[in-house]
């Protein structure tokens, strides 16, 4: 008997060892959010900072990893932190924006759970409550490949977040007391780079080595041109998909997208212009930072190099350009184009068009002529706790051409479907769109009105996919999806303004009406507010 018991227990032993080595790692994250005094333009206002830092600390992780965001709220408001393009796999409930998440109250602090499951990229984090955004708040995400993982370019020497948007030198209770009052925000005062103006940030290079810059919008409207003065820049990822290695001397970033490149150190030794300037836009905005070479002793001198400034047609061929590299893994070891998205048949086809308007005296903006109406608890937990108080369906699923009203928009749709949507934009600005929780294949955008010829012209082989898209003036922008995330997750303009005064709706991804199966549970120690509040203490 003793060897059949000496067997039993090196199989517990190894069952446990395996079990232990099986889970995914942790990284924990402990922020205090507070209020400080910043100069950005040279001018003092109030930013929001996390550890003292603006921006914030970058979250560093590998596909799969679990982050356990413990966040302080030491403001004297509600305080709510989303992950732009992070999925949070069956767990809309982490999401961090208003209609799913509960914000932190003064005072307070709140734990964030979440997986980077199958993920790999950059990304950004932002605060989505109130107009936070334009006080800071925001930092960079990457999530690395699993080292067996082959990543198609060599390591670089290193790899920088830039952080780039449009900014204002009033604080964000002005600009939000200004579209309160029904009134539209004025033109930005500048552009920043990492939270600085005018060559505030210097990037260090060796001669002859290659770097990785991370580069996110994460400003309030505007779309922007990168460029490095003298060198080439080799796009290799855009929002977790391994990209065609094209080389750009200037790439358009549009509000709330997220791209890879990579740059080499080949050029005089001397510091360089890096120039990022407005995009369809009068006037032009225009900041610098500075490329040091680490022998250089020679500073940046005259004007920067120019870019382009509103040409639709250049920008638009080069979205077109942007193409997923079919040979390179993904998030795991196998093809990124082992999924054949075009060879499969949409069931459901959702037209979204933007607008804006008057109601009751004072500016909206809406998707299907409805301007979206937040309620006084997350809708995702009026939905689990089966309180109601919203409708699905609330939002037709094309466009109606009546005249804007609000309501809380809510589309519903079937867990599994393959979808289709198009956005349509009618108007003289260049939108950008983002859904929560998803990446999508961005198939076709073209100007005037799309028809059903016009997908003739998609891209079914090779299309990018990624979280959020641009769609150019009068217009639209097609995109596939494969609902395999159950939950409810915000679809949005990336125009802060737009999505403050109702150009936001949500989507609700359940197997049917009622089921709220392969779904994570509420997760334990979830704030819950509102109309919950009071009636359950815990997880149903």
């Keep these: 008997m003793l060897p059949l018991k000496f067997a039993v227990a090196v199989f517990l032993v190894v069952l446990i060892g395996n079990s232990v080595v099986a889970e995914d790692p942790y990284r924990y994250f402990d922020w205090n959010v507070t209020y400080g005094t910043i100069y950005p333009l040279g001018v003092p206002q109030q930013g929001i900072l996390i550890n003292g830092q603006f921006p914030g600390p970058d979250i560093n992780s590998v596909t799969n990893d679990n982050l356990v965001i413990n966040i302080h709220n030491s403001l004297d408001e509600p305080f709510l932190l989303s992950w732009n393009g992070v999925q949070n796999r069956r767990n809309s409930f982490v999401d961090g924006v208003y209609g799913t998440t509960c914000p932190i109250p003064p005072g ?5 759970n979440l997986q980077v499951k199958d ?35 060599p390591d670089p020497a290193n790899d920088y977040t830039i952080l780039i948007g449009d900014w204002y030198k009033k604080n964000h209770t002005d600009l939000k007391a200004i579209l309160d009052g029904g009134r539209k925000l004025p033109f930005p005062d500048g552009i920043l780079i990492n939270g600085r103006g005018p060559n505030g940030v210097t990037f260090t290079v060796d001669q002859g080595k290659t770097y990785r810059l991370r580069i996110s919008n994460v400003g309030l409207q505007n779309s922007l041109n990168f460029r490095v003065e003298g060198h080439k820049m080799t796009l290799v990822e855009v929002e977790g998909t391994h990209t065609l290695q094209t080389t750009y001397s200037s790439l358009d970033v549009h509000a709330g997208q997220s791209y890879s490149v ?14 990022v300037s407005s995009r369809f836009t009068t006037p032009v905005l225009t900041t610098t930072a ?3 070479y680490s022998s250089s002793n020679t500073p940046v001198s005259g004007p920067p190099p120019g870019g382009p400034t509103i040409q639709i047609d ?66 995702k937990l009026l939905d689990y706790f089966k309180i109601g108080g919203f409708r699905v369906g609330s939002i037709p699923d094309s466009p109606t051409g009546g005249g804007i009203y609000q309501d809380t928009s809510v589309l519903g749709v079937n867990y599994r479907q393959f979808i289709e949507i198009i956005f349509e934009n009618n108007e003289d600005i260049v939108q950008s769109w983002h859904l929560d929780g998803y990446s999508f294949w961005v198939v076709g955008m073209d100007g005037g009105q799309w028809t059903q010829a016009s997908r003739n012209g998609y891209n079914l082989r090779d299309a990018v ?76």
């Design 262 to 275: 990579l740059i080499t150190a080949n050029q005089e030794a001397k510091d360089h212009y890096i120039v």
């Design 108 to 112: 307070r602090n709140n734990t964030f």
């Design 314 to 379: 250049w920008s638009l061929n080069q979205a077109r350009s942007i193409r997923t590299n079919l040979s390179a893994s993904g998030p795991r070891p196998n093809p990124q184009g082992s999924y054949h998205y075009g060879m499969i048949n949409t069931t459901k086809t959702i037209r979204l068009a933007s607008s804006a308007g008057q109601v009751n005296g004072k500016q909206r903006y809406a998707v299907n002529s409805v301007s979206f109406v937040p309620l006084d608890t997350p809708l």
């Design 119 to 153: 993920q790999i990229g950059s990304f950004y984090y932002f605060p989505s409550l109130a107009f936070h955004k334009a006080a800071g708040g925001f930092g960079g995400i990457r999530i690395l490949s699993r080292p067996r993982i082959p990543v198609p370019f």
């Design 465 to 540: 996919s990624r979280c959020t898209t641009q769609v150019y003036p009068k217009s639209w922008t097609a995109i596939y999806i494969a609902l395999d995330n159950v939950g409810m997750w915000n679809l949005r303009t990336e125009f802060w303004a737009r999505q403050y005064l109702g150009q936001q709706l949500y989507m609700r991804v359940y197997t049917d009406s009622t089921s709220l199966r392969d779904e994570y549970p509420i997760p334990r120690g979830a704030r819950l507010c509102g109309k919950v509040a009071n009636r359950h203490t815990r997880p149903l």
């Design 290 to 292: 500075v490329l040091h």
